[in-house]
Nanobody, 124 residues
Framework: QVQLVESGGGLVQAGGSLRLSCAAS????????MGWFRRAPGKEREFVAA????????YYADSVKGRFTISRDNAKNTVYLQMNSLKPEDTAVYYC?????????????????WGQGTQVTVSS
C-alpha cells in the first residue's frame, strides 16, 4: 500500500500560480503511476494530469494543457503539480492518486490510492 499526503493549496488571484505537492510513503514510489484529479463544488471529480512511473510521459486534461505541469521526484517520493495562469474555474479540491496497474488512465476508478485533498481557491 501507499499513503499520500497533499500540500500547497491555498487562495490565489486569477493569473497567479500555485505548486501542489503529494508526498508518498509505503511501497516503492516508483512502482506507481501518479495522477492529479480535482472536484469543484457541485461537480464530478475530474482528471487533471498524470505521469508515468519514470516521469518521462505526461498527460493533461484539455482544460489545463499549457498551464499546468505535472512532475515527480522518485528520490523524494513526491509528485508535483505546478499550476500557472490560474482561473476561477480552477477552484476545487485537488487530489493526488496512485495507480498500480500498467498503462495510462484518466478515470478515477483506475487509481487505487488517494490523498485527502488540498483546497485551491482562485479569486477573480
Amino acid at each position: 500500500q501507499v499513503q499520500l499526503v497533499e500540500s500547497g493549496g491555498g487562495l490565489v488571484q486569477a493569473g497567479g500560480s500555485l505548486r501542489l505537492s503529494c508526498a508518498a510513503s509505503g511501497r516503492p514510489f516508483g512502482s506507481y503511476r501518479m495522477g492529479w484529479f480535482r472536484r469543484a463544488p457541485g461537480k464530478e471529480r475530474e482528471f487533471v494530469a498524470a505521469i508515468s512511473r519514470s516521469g518521462t510521459t505526461t498527460y493533461y486534461a484539455d482544460s489545463v494543457k499549457g498551464r499546468f505541469t505535472i512532475s515527480r521526484d522518485n528520490a523524494k517520493n513526491t509528485v508535483y503539480l505546478q499550476m500557472n495562469s490560474l482561473k476561477p474555474e480552477d477552484t476545487a479540491v485537488y487530489y493526488c492518486a496512485a495507480k498500480e496497474t500498467p498503462g495510462h488512465s484518466d478515470l478515477a476508478p483506475a487509481y487505487g490510492y488517494w490523498g485527502q485533498g488540498t483546497q485551491v481557491t482562485v479569486s477573480s
